[in-house]
């Protein structure tokens, strides 16, 4: 089932997807939804399909899972390249992570859940929103420190930023949403937006697909663009499967796991067919 080609195969660019797992946990429906979406968008326009498994998160990542991820994928009939894990690109985060404290674009935040939530923030998208008060000053409980964004700063100073959805058309990159969020984490050396942004462009990736719940934070990812220098892809936030509840799948909740599907001896393929319509009958 082809799906009709995106921007950048319409002007010519090779498409460049990628699925990018965390490995914290197995995969569920959700993700093979994700995977299957990218990889057809790919190689239906002749492009290339990635895998980058997301291990930043070192604690709470385990290679086992990683190595059930590409089981799961070749049992859904998907062909891919792996490009390094994230483990390996630590380096990177921290030089983009200097290059921007050093340009002024990040302050440190020793605040912690409680110490922001005595500022009565106000609810943002999917997080409370941190109010910035910190930015200059001394904060929260001496703990080690995180890096945020200076969102306000580095707007005024960028202008208008727009970003191209695939589905959503031009839009205005708004990061407010977010507040100055957190650029570099206190126990890891990047935050999913830096890490995520660096990857995409390191492994060339010209359209990123992922679920619309992500879909607030290609805010954030096109400001980091603009101040690091990156190339700007298109972007595919589809459609989420949710379960009987109308919620989003979710590992925490105990979606099943393709892998005990697969092992039970279901059939990967006919199981792939029937994403891919509900992906037609989606519209994503
Ligand atoms: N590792 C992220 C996740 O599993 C990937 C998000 C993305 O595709 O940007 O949700």
Redesign the pocket.
């Known amino acids: 089932m082809a799906r009709s080609g995106c921007l950048w195969q319409k002007i010519g660019v090779e498409i460049v997807t ?5 490995p914290n946990g197995h995969l569920h429906l959700g ?1 093979a939804y ?1 995977a299957i979406y990218a990889h057809d968008l790919a190689k239906d326009a002749g492009g290339q399909f990635l895998m980058r498994v ?1 291990d930043i998160d070192g604690p709470r990542s385990r290679a086992e899972f990683a190595d059930e991820f590409r089981r799961d994928l070749e049992w859904l009939g998907l062909e891919w390249d792996d490009v390094p894990a994230q483990s390996t690109r630590i380096e990177s985060y921290d030089e983009a992570a200097n290059r921007l404290l050093e340009d002024g674009w990040l302050y440190a935040c020793s605040c912690n859940r409680k110490d922001i939530e005595a500022l009565e923030p106000r609810q943002g998208a999917d997080c409370i929103v941190y109010p910035g008060s910190c930015k200059g000053a001394a904060c929260g409980s001496g703990e080690p420190a995180a890096l945020r964004l200076d969102v306000d700063k580095a707007m005024a100073a960028l202008g208008e930023l727009v970003w191209t959805d695939e589905t959503a058309g031009s839009v205005i990159a708004d990061p407010r949403e977010f507040g100055d969020v957190v650029i570099v984490r206190k126990d890891l050396p990047a935050s ?1 937006h830096l890490a ?1 942004t660096l990857d995409d462009a390191a492994d060339g990736i010209t359209a ?4 619309e719940d ?1 879909f607030t ?1 290609t805010h954030v990812h096109r400001i980091l663009q603009e101040l690091l220098e990156l190339p700007v892809p298109h972007w595919h936030h589809h459609k989420l499967l949710l379960d009987d509840n109308g919620q989003k799948l979710a590992k925490r909740r105990g979606s099943p796991a393709l892998k005990d599907r697969r092992e039970a001896g279901e059939d990967g393929l006919a199981l792939a067919e029937q994403l891919r319509l509900q992906q037609m009958q989606s519209g994503t």
């Open positions: 990628r699925f990018a797992p965390s993700h994700s997301e999913y995520a990123v697909t992922r679920g992500l934070s």
